[in-house]
């Protein structure tokens, strides 16, 4: 039997790249979700330093990015003694992996991905032939644990969708080999939107400083953008559609407190949007405190978080590695004497 068979839990995997601080919205959305889920599925969560590389990135920042994630990765509740918690490139399988996928992953397929075609138009000057294959690497760092959730936003789902179609094409081509994965979308994991613009998703690259709440903004910061956040003419907190700026500050503290949009409603009646955009702030500044604590004091410790990385990428190495034999086997690959 083998060591998932074994264990009854179901296997889960994601992937979070390191570019920057998170924000709120990868946080709500993602980040504070794997922790929820990490005693009762088997997990393995990465920063995908790999991926980042599809875009320019200036290495000395890369890598204290990296790190950073890392941190904050544990600091926003991922323990490294419940979940695997590493980082991408210390695990040399995935990049193998990647390679014998490619080779089932049709040109086509990959010329239909609509998070290529952006990104290729915002970096018009490095379509690199990484960011064209961006997915597939994306399916081996699933496919190689055979995982068989994957926590993903909305704009992952068609990558998911080809990562399932790589492993059906593969096990008929070859035997059973992977696991097809299904997407995981978490009930709390709510889609935040810009605070400027609130049609559009709340985004770390957004030229408006305004726009996005970064989980390490200072309490004066988070309060500022709340109070800046672009509303609408009427006065009434309620959730209803046409009113995108005060259904995102719902949603965020609904999210933050825990509160229904009927109590949201009812706690604000008769106040003025002024009142309620400072409620929100404060709710996330003090929801967030923690996590920033928690980072700072991680981020002091170095050999802590270096030995975490180690053990990380030990058991992810290994994880993968019989599976990666297996599907060399499969190809045709003659063993390594
Ligand atoms: N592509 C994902 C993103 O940009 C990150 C990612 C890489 C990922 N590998 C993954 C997510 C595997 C889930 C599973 O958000």
């Known amino acids: 039997m083998s060591e998932q068979e074994m264990t009854a839990k179901k296997r889960i995997f994601s992937g979070i790249q390191p570019t920057g601080v998170f924000t709120l919205g990868n946080y709500i959305g993602a980040v504070r979700n794997w922790g929820a ?14 991926h980042a590389i599809t875009v320019m990135q200036e290495p000395a920042k890369l890598r204290a990015n990296t ?15 419940k979940s695997v918690a590493f ?4 695990n040399p399988n995935h990049a193998e992996l990647s390679w014998v996928l490619s080779c089932s992953t049709m ?12 990104k290729s138009a915002r970096h018009a000057d490095n379509i690199n032939a990484g960011l064209f294959t961006y997915p597939v690497l994306m399916a081996a760092d699933i496919l190689a644990y055979n995982a068989d959730l994957v926590p993903i936003g909305a704009d992952q789902k068609q990558h998911l969708e080809l990562a399932r179609n790589i492993a059906v094409r593969f096990n008929q081509r070859f035997g059973d080999t992977f696991t097809v994965p299904e997407p995981y979308m978490p009930k709390t994991g709510a889609r935040l939107m810009s605070l ?3 049609t559009k998703k709340m985004s770390k690259s957004d030229e408006n400083v305004n726009a996005c709440v970064f989980i390490l903004d200072d309490k004066d910061t988070i309060l500022r953008k709340f109070r800046r956040a672009v509303t609408d003419s009427e006065s009434e907190v309620c959730y209803r559609e046409g009113k995108d700026g005060i259904n995102n500050l719902m949603t965020i503290y609904g999210c933050v407190t825990g509160k229904t949009m009927d109590e949201i409603t009812a706690e604000f009646a008769g106040k003025g949007y002024g009142d309620f955009k400072t409620a929100v702030g404060e709710a996330v ?7 920033r604590s928690e980072f700072e004091r991680l981020s002091a410790d170095k050999a802590y978080l270096n030995e975490c990385i180690a053990i990380g990428s030990e058991q992810a190495y290994r994880m993968t590695r019989k599976i990666l034999s297996k599907v060399y086997r499969r190809v045709g690959f003659t063993d390594r004497k």
Not at 37 to 50: F, K, P, R, T, W
Not at 107 to 118: A, I, P, V
Not at 285 to 290: C, E, I, K, Y
């Open 37 to 50: 889920l990490q005693d009762a599925y088997e997990s393995i969560y990465c920063i995908v330093d790999l």
């Open 67 to 81: 790190m950073r994630a890392y941190a904050l990765m544990l600091a926003c509740g991922i323990d490294p003694k």
């Open 87 to 90: 980082i991408q490139s210390h």
């Open 107 to 118: 040109f086509g397929e990959l010329n239909r991905m609509t998070q290529f075609k952006d």
């Open 196 to 198: 400027q613009d609130p």
């Open 285 to 291: 500044a003090d929801h967030l405190a923690p996590v």
